[in-house]
């Protein structure tokens, strides 16, 4: 298993900033992974965080909106860019290793509210 | 497309009677399936997949594909199960997990 800490837990943002989510995990991953969860709604992925290269994002996101780093094989950041009421939601950052049967441990998201 | 349906947002049982939460995709490969739950104030977490063919808590999951199916199942419902209920779906070889939309089970003393 991987424990996973996310910062910040919660904050509140106005329209037009940025805000940058981390994601501290306790072990080495293959792979990390940024969902997003509206309210009401399911999760949605973002992009997968692709260790010394850019993230690889799903259709409906991109790298200006999203941009996403990560350094090493445990740390990742999520920035949310030039923020609207539309993007206030529940952002969770995954992990799991490849061919570990698609188990995926989350952390407790990051939840943003935008005025 | 690839998606994960889950109709029921919300299943009401009383303790002891049966649980059926149901799950239904769409996938134009061998699916890989899971259930994932997430109880009050904890965070996501594996239940069960396909593959293993486990009983988890009671849980099972049998994957239908002539009803592209995999729908969670309990015979006896506890408390301790109220939760949020996500199926989900792996596209294959890529380790992405593609959700559903959540069943919130209520589970009455």
């Known amino acids: 298993s991987a424990v996973i800490s996310q910062k910040p837990s919660r904050d509140i943002c106005q329209r037009g900033t940025s805000l940058t989510i981390q994601c501290q995990v306790d072990?080495?991953?293959?792979?990390m992974f940024w969902y997003r969860q509206q309210p009401g709604q399911s999760l949605t992925l973002i992009a997968t965080?692709?260790?010394?290269?850019?993230?690889?994002?799903e259709s409906g996101f991109v790298i200006d909106k999203f941009p996403i780093s990560r350094p090493n094989l445990t740390f990742s950041t999520l920035t949310v860019s030039n923020m609207s009421p539309e993007d206030s939601s529940i952002y969770l950052c995954?992990?799991?290793?490849?061919?570990?049967?698609?188990?995926?441990?989350f952390g407790e998201g990051s939840r943003l509210t935008v005025l | 497309a690839q998606r994960v349906t889950q109709p029921e947002k919300l299943l009401s049982v009383f303790k002891g009677a049966p649980v059926e939460l149901k799950c239904n995709y769409s996938?134009?490969?061998?699916?890989?399936l899971f259930w994932y739950v997430q109880y009050s104030r904890q965070r996501l977490q594996l239940l069960l997949r396909?593959?293993s063919r486990e009983s988890i808590k009671g849980f099972t999951a049998d994957l239908n594909k002539g009803e592209t199916s995999f729908h969670l199942k309990k015979p006896f419902a506890q408390e301790e199960d109220s939760a949020m209920y996500y199926c989900?779906?792996?596209?294959?070889?890529?380790?992405?997990?593609?959700f559903g939309t959540g069943t919130r089970l209520q589970v009455f003393p």
């Open positions: 995954s992990v799991g290793n490849r061919g570990n049967t698609g188990e995926l441990f």
């Open positions: 989900a779906l792996m596209r294959y070889n890529t380790d992405k997990l593609i």
């Open positions: 072990s080495q991953v293959t792979m």
């Open positions: 396909h593959i």
């Open positions: 996938y134009s490969g061998s699916p890989e």
């Open positions: 965080a692709n260790q010394g290269s850019e993230a690889t994002y």
